[in-house]
């Protein structure tokens, strides 16, 4: 432990402890961001410690159950399948469910990762508490995604083009096979795919 009475001889008692702050700090930041901002678990419907605080569809005589949530901040509005409630903190996730499997893919469908994102924003806005966190559960896997400043810049940046789109009647298209692989338009109608859909007879497996 020579450098530490090395470093104390330098430095009075205060200045020590702001090193250790600042070093404990910087540990904690690359944890954070070491952290991936994507999980991919198997499916379940439960949150253990939360109760349901929100479903798009109107029961248990709950009033804001099934309402249009709308978010007069960002002007987006939408009904996510669920929402729920730490019964401890109060924290809040919004649950997406999706009919289709999700094979060995390791991202969800692209759109359904922006839906969950857009949800973020407006349940921030209905409800005054950001959610750290959503799920997009698929039938044979899910998704846990970070609220993340990435995933609010990269829904933002989207619902502005989609705006820009209507306004102008103008639109850039984007193929690729991670995008068009599950749109139903791939094979069809779209001039712009290049991919085939796989599975296409294959129900069991296949978004809506």
Known sequence: MEWVKTIGNGFGTADLVLLCVAVLLAVLLCIRHGRPALKKLTARDDIPGYALLYADRKQDKNKDFGRLLYSAKYDLQGRPD???????????????????????????HHG????????????????????????????????????????????LKTVQEMRQMLRDGIAEPKPSFAHCRPCVC???VCQFSETEIEGVNDDSCREE
């Open 186 to 188: 791939n094979g069809t």
């Open 112 to 155: 359904d990762f922006l839906q969950l994102a857009a949800y973020f924003l407006i349940l921030e806005d209905v409800y005054g508490k950001r959610p750290a966190y959503g799920r997009l559960v698929y039938r044979d896997y899910m998704f846990e995604i970070k609220n993340t400043a990435r995933v609010r810049r990269e829904v």
């Open 82 to 108: 669920y929402v729920f409630c730490s019964r401890l903190l109060g924290r809040i996730v919004p649950v997406e469910l999706k009919s289709g499997c999700i094979g060995e893919a390791e991202e969800p």
